[in-house]
């Protein structure tokens, strides 16, 4: 078991560029999710696949943010046009249906500085 | 709206307990997590409540009441290396995304 990891870890980019990030879940889990978290904060939810369904998005996720999860393995979130109040980690977390606590596992993250 | 609340800082000495509370008002209740993070690091898993009552696992032990809609984390014979933000995390009916609080920062003196 490897754990969720995700890539790159740091990212620092101007504003206005695009920035993508690839999330790789735990093997056998079918749900992932991405959060982000800013300094001093709790993590804010942002969206959710079960398998390659996108089941939910929150009112965060402007339209310049988009999510796939083409294969239901793997997922990038691309941020277009990028703006200082992205600057953020960007968490990405896994779990598995069908089991008692449907607990997510978290990867490193993603620190994204727009400057 | 959904609230979680939580204390910002604690502070406490090594060997020590330590009990961080958090409180929620949720449209709803399927559970409640607590997670640990170090800076710059990833929330990991501690624990996990759904029925009112104490869990215990090592060190650590959650407790939870739905009626009052509290819960605590309670850490026992600390170790400088506790010293991590403690997250306090909800999942409401519908979904499965989860709520955070802001998060404790706990500060463990020698």
């Known amino acids: 078991d490897t754990g969720v990891s995700q890539d790159p870890r740091h990212k620092i980019t101007k504003r206005g560029q695009n920035v993508t990030f690839r999330c790789d879940p735990i093997s056998e889990h079918n749900r992932l999710y991405w959060y982000r978290q800013t300094l001093g904060q709790g993590p804010e939810f942002l969206t959710y696949?079960?398998?390659?369904?996108?089941?939910?998005k929150s009112r965060l996720l402007s339209d310049r943010f988009s999510a796939e999860r083409p294969k239901g393995s793997f997922s990038t979130l691309e941020i277009q046009r990028t703006e200082q109040g992205d600057s953020a980690m960007y968490l990405c977390?896994?779990?598995?249906?069908?089991?008692?606590?449907?607990?997510?596992?978290f990867g490193p993250g993603t620190r994204l500085t727009v400057l | 709206g959904q609230n979680i609340d939580q204390p910002t800082e604690m502070t406490a000495t090594e060997g020590a307990i330590v009990q961080i509370n958090c409180t929620y008002q949720?449209?709803?209740?399927?559970?409640l997590f607590w997670y640990q993070q170090h800076a710059g690091e990833a929330p990991t898993f501690l624990s996990y409540?759904?029925?009112?009552g104490l869990e215990e696992k090592g060190r650590f032990s959650s407790f939870l009441s739905r009626s009052k809609g509290y819960s605590y984390l309670l850490l026992k014979e600390l170790q400088m290396k506790d010293s991590a933000s403690y997250l306090c995390?909800?999942?409401?009916?519908?979904?499965?995304?989860?709520?955070f609080g802001s998060g404790t920062r706990l500060l463990v003196r020698p």
């Open positions: 995390a909800v999942v409401v009916p519908g979904g499965y995304k989860l709520i």
């Open positions: 696949f079960q398998n390659e369904a996108q089941l939910e």
């Open positions: 949720t449209s709803g209740f399927n559970g």
């Open positions: 409540n759904v029925l009112d």
């Open positions: 977390a896994s779990s598995m249906t069908g089991t008692d606590t449907d607990t997510q596992y």
